[in-house]
């Protein structure tokens, strides 16, 4: 599936369940590796839990694949592989410790 296509319904299925500070980081020219990475936050293991929930549930109803999902046992940050597109889901306190905006952006 086109990665374009896979951060739309990424996007979309975090909105429906109330992510917040959704960003979506283009990549493509940093590495070879995936395209896209999206980052959101949520308010608690449990809401990051569902949102990734959410993403694997749309993206497979759209077709697409579900490589991996990493971080379900404390559910603070999950990150789940669609390939050309990397989410990560965190709760703020592990958002701002890990500054991923910074990294990825310089």
């Not at 999206?38 to 308010?43: D, G, Q, T």
């Not at 293991?45 to 697409?64: C, D, H």
Request: net charge negative.
């Amino acid at each position: 599936m086109d990665s374009n296509k896979l951060v739309k319904i990424t996007v979309d299925a975090l909105e429906e369940i109330k992510a917040f500070d959704i960003k979506v980081l283009d990549v493509a020219k940093l590495t070879s590796m995936f395209d896209y990475i999206v980052i959101a936050s949520a308010s608690s293991s449990r809401q990051t839990k569902a949102l990734a929930s959410n993403v694997q549930e749309k993206v497979k109803n759209a077709g697409g694949c579900i490589f991996s999902l990493e971080g379900e046992q404390t559910g603070e940050w999950l990150l789940v592989d669609l390939g050309g597109v990397i989410v990560h889901i965190m709760q703020p306190e592990a958002r701002d410790y890990y500054n991923l905006e910074a990294l990825w952006t310089g």
